[in-house]
């Protein structure tokens, strides 16, 4: 009987251990985890302005030329009252993946010598002349994903103002700008922002 009862025990015993073994197994399926990871894409947004990337260059001043055809009165590439030019914004958005918004906005520098020089209108992409209402209104536009360019030409006219009733220099500010070694000098903002939906 003491080995009926040492053998009862051990069978319990045994039963009790694949009891617990079951249980452990059947609790660890709701332990159990998995690791891994994804490749996904970061949309691009490396916009060029006149052959600059603006992505790591917050200064394009020597990429901005303008020009000055001259006239009868004015000789070709200089300034002077009522001297008219304009400046090119070419961008290249072939590396952007998102649409975007753009504003350029063109004043007179604060220590330029000549504080009369103004916007008068642009053109998108060689079409005519949008005139401005006002002298130095914002330049706006949107560029869709869907729009399928990747290009587009700014063109900024700008003016030596000197109109009597609009020009903040007289004839004698316009004289005495000649003989500063300040240059004229023209602010040309540009900036970029995401269309969010």
Request: glycine share 4%.
């Amino acid at each position: 009987m003491k080995n009926n009862k040492k053998l009862f025990i051990l069978l319990v015993g045994i039963f009790i251990c694949l009891l617990l073994f079951s249980i452990v197994l059947i609790y660890a399926k709701y332990l159990s985890s998995a690791d891994g990871q994804t490749d996904i894409s970061i949309a691009r947004w490396n916009i060029i302005v006149n052959d600059k990337s603006i992505k790591n260059n917050t200064d394009i001043s020597s990429a901005i030329q303008p020009i000055f055809t001259g006239n009868k009165n004015i000789a070709s590439d200089i300034i002077a009252p009522t001297a008219e030019g304009y400046f090119d914004l070419n961008f290249d958005f072939t590396d952007v993946d998102v649409s975007f918004q753009y504003e350029i906005n063109v004043s007179a520098n604060e220590n330029s010598s000549v504080t009369d020089l103004v916007a008068t209108g642009y053109s998108q992409d060689d079409g005519e002349k949008i005139t401005f209402d006002e002298f130095n209104q914002p330049i706006t536009g949107t560029i869709s994903l869907g729009d399928n360019i990747d290009h587009r030409k700014i063109r900024v006219y700008i003016l030596w103002n000197d109109d009597e009733n609009t020009a903040q220099m007289t004839d004698d500010d316009d004289t005495q700008s000649t003989k500063q070694d300040n240059p004229a000098l023209l602010n040309v903002n540009i900036s970029f922002t995401q269309v969010a939906d």
